[in-house]
């Protein structure tokens, strides 16, 4: 009797609880998923113009330098940038998340999209690290190469250059493990929720 | 139109169920937001093989859910499981709940300590729902279901209770 009634006080308590706010109306509602499309697009579009910068800055190389090592450099980078570009719109574009399903379909969802980001940053040397590398390669030791004897850098100073550049790409990619790792543990912990029931 | 329908039956309850999942009131009012846009988008594939409420519902605790999880993404909120509450301690919860308000912040508290899917339960529940309508929205038993809210909300009547709940 008295726990009856202190779930009718709790559900009292529940459903008599002040309403926050106005209700939406209809036009603030379409505003709102506006504003959701065209955050998307504008994150779409960032990628697109860092691809697009590339490809204008190589493309000038190739076109304003006759040199055939820089011409080739910068070939390969476009292609690589452009494969790049076609990668993350494939694998970076977010899925719609069901709605009209129950809770463990929702959880579902949530763990593929997990684990397809985490396959991504695993993967992270095969279609955004590597693709990058062959024209960057042939730029830098190709370029040096291709300089005529007397103003080759010291080869001291092309070693520094060459650490770096590998050195980046190295950390780049080790950052990207570690976010590989991050999310598995999100996937644990969302396996954890979905054993509750 | 089916979502102004939605919108005005229901709009208070979405807001309620909102405070269940976000304690922050700024993220809160974008979490309601969210929820809206759900409904309004999802009403294109409603087909009315279940009812406009249970449809409501998954919608919104679905948007919910996956609010949590980027919260939890974000920074690790402390949920616990039914076994965790009922050992918790109520050594940071002595203060005396003396009218509605104190009641409501102590009954949130709890409910958003709760993991997702028991969240889900008890917020149906307090909507006024049986164990079938919830387990139409969670996609659960209802034998499951009226486990659930029989140990969620003895826990709850217990710690509400300690709390000194005046309802009325």
Redesign the interface.
């Given at each position: 009797m008295a726990i009856d009634l202190l779930q009718k006080d709790m559900r009292n308590v529940w459903q008599n609880q002040k309403a926050e706010g106005a209700p939406m109306s209809l036009e603030e509602i379409r505003r709102c998923a506006r504003k959701l499309y065209k955050r998307i697009s504008r994150r779409n579009l960032r990628e697109y113009i860092a691809t697009v910068i590339v490809v204008l800055v190589f493309g000038f190389y190739a076109v304003w330098f006759h040199s055939v090592t820089i011409r080739v450099g910068s070939g390969l980078v476009i292609a690589g940038a452009l494969y790049v570009a076609y990668q993350l719109h494939r694998r970076g574009s977010a899925r719609t998340s069901p709605e009209d399903c129950g809770f463990e379909c929702c959880l579902d969802f949530h763990r593929r999209e997990l684990e397809r980001q985490r396959d991504a940053l695993r993967s992270i040397w095969s279609w955004y690290l590597g693709p990058l590398i062959p024209g960057l390669a042939v730029l830098v030791i190709g370029g040096e190469l291709a300089r005529p004897p007397g103003f080759r850098h010291h080869w001291i100073a092309f070693a520094v250059i060459l650490t770096f550049c590998t050195l980046t790409f190295v950390w780049v990619g080790k950052l990207n493990q570690i976010a590989a790792r991050r999310l598995q543990q999100q996937i644990n912990e969302l396996d954890a929720t979905a054993n509750q029931q | 139109?089916l979502?102004?329908e939605a919108?005005?039956d229901f709009?208070?309850a979405l807001?309620?169920l909102a405070?269940a999942y976000e304690a922050d009131?700024d993220k809160?009012?974008d979490l309601?937001?969210?929820i809206?846009?759900?409904l309004?988008?999802?009403f294109g594939?409603?087909d009315g093989r279940c009812s406009l409420r249970t449809?409501i519902y998954?919608?919104a605790?679905?948007?919910a859910?996956?609010h949590v999880?980027q919260q939890?993404?974000a920074k690790t909120p402390t949920?616990v499981?039914?076994e965790e509450l009922e050992n918790l301690s109520d050594k940071n919860e002595t203060e005396t709940a003396s009218d509605?308000h104190h009641?409501?912040d102590r009954?949130l508290a709890l409910i958003q300590k709760l993991?997702?899917?028991?969240r889900?339960v008890i917020v149906s529940y307090?909507?006024?729902m049986d164990a079938a309508s919830i387990g139409e929205?969670?996609?659960?038993s209802a034998g499951?279901v009226a486990t659930k809210i029989h140990r969620i909300?003895?826990i709850?009547?217990r710690r509400?209770?300690e709390g000194g709940?005046?309802?009325?």
């Open positions: - | 139109m979502y102004e919108a005005s709009g208070a807001g309620r405070r009131p809160r009012r309601v937001q969210e809206h846009v759900a309004w988008r999802s594939k409603f449809w998954r919608v605790h679905n948007t859910t996956s999880i939890v993404r949920m499981g039914l509605q009641a409501l009954l993991k997702p899917l028991d889900q307090l909507e006024g929205i969670t996609g659960i499951n909300k003895n709850l009547a509400f209770h709940c005046h309802g009325d």
